[in-house]
């Protein structure tokens, strides 16, 4: 199967080629999530099933999906959303598509094809992750835990707005 | 997990509880005051308790860790730089426009990170430090969020310190590919080749995060905009716990894998500290801006630790250990110094903020002097053993080349912290007196620190000997 993993490394490597050089942040998130697809296929084919089941939840399931939404958040007004529909042009879509499509036929082929070779490869199931993960290596995940309240008091310091009460006398002074 | 593993990790869970207690603080709404307080008691426990716990070590953690006496050297040390660096935080965030609150959680949990990067025998527990130590770094250097300059250093090391850490992980995962494992002591065991080609490429790779964070040559580019942008208190921050903590995982790795038995890591080695003391040094002799020059001086000092590492006898470890004692006190005082003669709108960098301060203020410009001193390495202060220390663990090994290289950029070394010294001489400059709004009781404390670290500087460079024994008796527990 070593001709879908090297179908699907050019399609991460084009993909996020595309992600970094796009303008628009929505149209960097579309080739992002193909890029993440593409990934998982990756694993897929190195026979992984479970971590690439994992990518997909985890980045292009909830990570994307909060991109999206502050994004979304950003744009409210009447305009921007006419310019949106200007940006949505097919050659904005049509990228992400055929390099999906390109992975969807990889992952048919994968699926239908009855297993030719034995692969040397051992199944690991997601009880053996949860065990070792809570397990012996639980103090890394509590220490992941702090990694996290990290970037975000981080984050929330940074991005704060500061409201300014003063009266109008005296905001000449600042 | 049994009671003596978790007893071993409880200076450790201290430190993790004190960010916590800190936010709940910040939840009920206490000042800047009460949250200083408690921070300092907090890390005061923490040191308690690492003394508490010391006749337990060693004690290993499988997989991820091993409380020994080296890792609990280094933590103390860390923890000694926080007390310092939390003290100097009050004056400075008082007159300033942020809100300082949150500052402490992310200080105490860049603390929580450099200590764990000191007791990890994996590269998981590696990797995890070091992104606690660098994502708190990324909001700490940008922490005063409308100065231009804060946000300039933040965005760059963001980029450069998240760019290091791909190189770290594909570092990882090339070693990983040869070995089979990320135990620092299974990978020693597995490589049984003598030029693992591998294993060196790997290594190489992970140098550039390690060197980045140390501020190698050529990793340094960082230093100098970062150490000028961040608030004095996080320069000194960086200065210290974050290079503590990333030198202890890499004496640690190099024990465990032995490497001074591969001559091409050794020649890297020696080539970067090289180069480090050689680029330091000459880009420190025009500088005007003090911080930036204290930068420079770091990637010097650096260069200066990579001699007593390479050897990777005891007595390069203890030399190297008792180095980065003497120069993180030195490090504080005079960032101590910065901070007190800093004022709301500014850091006190330019040179000539400083000409005749030891007319107007006698105490903060002898501290100042003490410490360049001790970083010249003149005889009488730490730096002058410490430097010595080193020498001779280099010695041992007959690794002359950097030895000679030491010699000579010390000297040159000597002229730019001369220069500051004899700047602090001059006939004064007549300048406004600042006017003091804060609680006496933290300028008393601020100076009283000072003056001890001062006093300990001294103490170092004349009676070295309970110190080197103490180190001695804290690396046989492993």
Redesign the interface.
Same mark, same amino acid.
């Given at each position: 199967m070593s001709l879908l993993f090297y179908i699907s490394s050019i399609v991460a490597i084009l993909a996020t080629i595309m992600v970094i050089t796009r303008h628009q942040p929505i149209h960097a998130l579309l080739y992002l999530v193909v890029s993440f697809m593409a990934i998982s296929m990756i694993f897929l084919s190195l026979g992984a099933p479970f971590s690439a089941v994992l990518e997909v939840i985890v980045y292009a399931g909830a990570i994307i999906v909060l991109f999206i939404f502050v994004v979304m958040m950003l744009n409210l007004d009447k305009e921007t959303a006419l310019q949106e529909k200007k940006w949505l042009q097919p050659k904005v879509w049509i990228g992400p598509s055929i390099l999906a499509l390109v992975l969807l036929i990889e992952m048919i082929l994968l699926l239908l094809e009855p297993p030719s070779e034995k692969m040397l490869v051992t199944v690991v199931t997601p009880r053996q992750v949860a065990l070792s993960l809570y397990g012996?290596?639980?103090? *890394?995940v509590e220490? %992941?835990g702090?990694?996290l309240?990290? %970037?975000i008091? %981080? *984050? *929330?310091?940074?991005g704060k707005h500061t409201k300014r009460n003063l009266h109008r006398f005296l905001q000449n002074n600042h | 997990m049994n009671e003596l593993q978790l007893l071993a990790l409880l200076p450790f869970i201290v430190l993790a509880t004190a960010s916590i207690v800190v936010i709940l603080l910040i939840a009920f709404r206490q000042s800047h005051t009460v949250i200083q307080v408690v921070g300092f008691l907090m890390m005061c426990m923490v040191v308690f308790a690492t003394w508490y716990v010391k006749d337990t070590l060693p004690q290993a953690i499988p997989p991820l860790f091993v409380v020994d006496g080296q890792g609990a050297l280094f933590t103390g040390m860390i923890i000694f730089s926080v007390l310092a660096i939390g003290l100097f935080s009050y004056i400075y965030f008082e007159d300033r426009e942020e809100n300082p609150k949150e500052y402490y959680i992310l200080l105490f949990l860049g603390t929580l990170g450099a200590a764990i990067l000191t007791i990890s025998q994996h590269f998981i527990s590696l990797f995890i430090g070091l992104e606690l130590l660098s994502v708190s770094l990324y909001a700490l250097i940008a922490y005063l969020r409308n100065r231009n300059n804060a946000v300039e250093a933040g965005m760059k090391y963001l980029v450069l310190a998240a760019l290091t850490s791909a190189f770290l992980l594909f570092g990882m995962a090339l070693i990983y590919m040869e070995t089979g494992n990320m135990e620092f002591a299974v990978i020693a065991k597995k490589i049984t080749t003598t030029s693992p080609t591998l294993f060196i490429m790997g290594l190489g790779i992970m140098l550039v995060a390690i060197g980045f964070k140390l501020a190698l040559v050529p990793f340094h580019l960082w230093a100098a905009d970062v150490y000028q942008g961040a608030p004095s208190p996080v320069t000194a921050f960086i200065g210290t716990v974050s290079k503590i903590g990333v030198f202890a995982v890499l004496l640690r790795f190099a024990q465990t894998i032995q490497l001074q038995h591969y001559p091409l890591a050794i020649s890297i080695f020696s080539a970067i500290a090289i180069a480090s003391m050689i680029t330091g040094n000459v880009l420190a002799l025009r500088q005007q801006k003090l911080k930036r020059l204290l930068a420079y001086s770091s990637i010097a000092h650096f260069g200066y630790l990579l001699v007593a590492f390479m050897p990777g006898n005891s007595a390069g470890t203890e030399a190297a250990i008792f180095y980065l004692l003497a120069y993180s006190i030195t490090l504080l005082s005079a960032f101590g110094v910065i901070i007190l003669l800093s004022t709301g709108q500014g850091d006190a960098e330019d040179l000539s903020l400083y000409q005749g301060l030891i007319w107007k203020r006698p105490v903060v410009a002898t501290v100042l002097s003490v410490a360049l001193f001790s970083l010249a390495g003149i005889p009488l202060t730490a730096g002058f053993l410490a430097k010595f220390f080193v020498l001779a663990a280099g010695v041992q090994q007959h690794m002359w080349l950097p030895l000679i290289v030491l010699v000579v950029t010390s000297v040159i070394g000597l002229y730019y912290y001369l220069r500051i010294i004899s700047t602090m001489f001059a006939a004064p400059l007549p300048t406004l007196a600042s006017p003091k709004t804060l609680h006496p009781f933290f300028y008393i404390s601020t100076y009283a620190a000072l003056i001890i670290m001062t006093g300990l500087l001294t103490w170092l460079g004349v009676f070295p000997g309970i110190i080197l024994q103490g180190i001695k008796t804290f690396l046989l527990l492993h």
């Open positions: 012996e290596y639980i103090i *890394a220490l %992941g702090f990694l309240m990290t %970037g008091v %981080g *984050a *929330a310091h940074i | -």
